[in-house]
């Protein structure tokens, strides 16, 4: 079974502070994806990013960045520099990689809700 | 953005009455995927569909049968609805490829049920 663990509920920051965002993951697999999704106040889901289990290579895009680290099965998400345009709820998941991996399926963590203020 | 619509956006039924749910893509894309979204419990899994015809229960299924007779067409159903399934329900689609297989996600249904 998979499992997906963000222990964070709500963080609140003031704006152009950094955050850091936990996410740690559970799975029997050997190959797996993990992914980053953003959930505004509007309601819609906005995929951010993939990762791949066999590439731990960190990763930035503008102000996001994240690091991936297999040995403590965490992949973690920071926002540099916050902007009140963050606030949202943020998910991580988990999906199995590979042509046969059962549909894909993501298994998603509780989500971690960001305050920006102002 | 990935063509994904989802119908009704927002209902209000009441307990024991059937409701469906229906998502549509112009994507062209294999997989089908409805979830439902509750507080503190992120996305869970209700259904998803590999095909035409060809679905697989999720985590949370009990009391939800899906169709898909069309590739762009994926209906949920809830056969009596219940307190318990009011919530906000999202569909996604996705494809296998050598790059990925992310979800895209509609824009959601918010359904009470009273």
């Known amino acids: 079974a998979q499992k997906v663990t963000q222990a964070q509920t709500e963080i609140s920051v003031v704006e152009k502070e950094d955050v850091t965002l936990d996410c740690v993951y559970e799975t029997r697999d050997t190959t797996y994806y993990l992914f980053w999704y953003k959930q505004p106040p509007s309601g819609e889901l906005v995929f951010l990013i993939r990762r791949n289990s066999f590439d731990e290579q960190n990763e930035i895009s503008g102000r996001y960045s994240w690091n991936f680290q297999k040995s403590t099965s965490s992949f973690n998400f920071t926002i540099t520099a916050s902007q009140v345009v963050d606030s949202a709820v943020y998910f991580c998941?988990?999906?199995?990689?590979?042509?046969?991996?059962?549909?894909?399926?993501?298994?998603f963590g509780g989500g971690t809700r960001v305050l920006v203020k102002p | 953005d990935a063509g994904i619509t989802q119908s009704p956006r927002h209902k209000v039924t009441e307990t024991g009455t059937p409701v469906t749910l229906r998502c549509h893509q112009t994507e062209n894309h294999r997989y089908m995927y409805w979830y439902r979204q509750d507080p503190g419990h992120g996305l869970r899994l209700i259904h998803y569909?590999?095909?035409?015809?060809?679905?697989d229960k999720g985590e949370v299924s009990d009391g939800y049968s899906v169709s898909r007779s069309k590739t762009e067409d994926f209906l949920l159903t809830l056969e009596s609805a219940t307190s318990s399934q009011t919530s906000v329900y999202f569909c996604?689609?996705?494809?296998?490829?050598?790059?990925?297989?992310?979800?895209?996600f509609g824009p959601g249904t918010r359904l009470t049920v009273l």
């Open positions: 996604a689609i996705s494809e296998l490829q050598r790059g990925g297989n992310e979800q895209f």
């Open positions: 998941a988990l999906s199995p990689l590979g042509i046969k991996a059962a549909g894909n399926k993501l298994t």
């Open positions: 569909s590999y095909g035409v015809k060809d679905t």
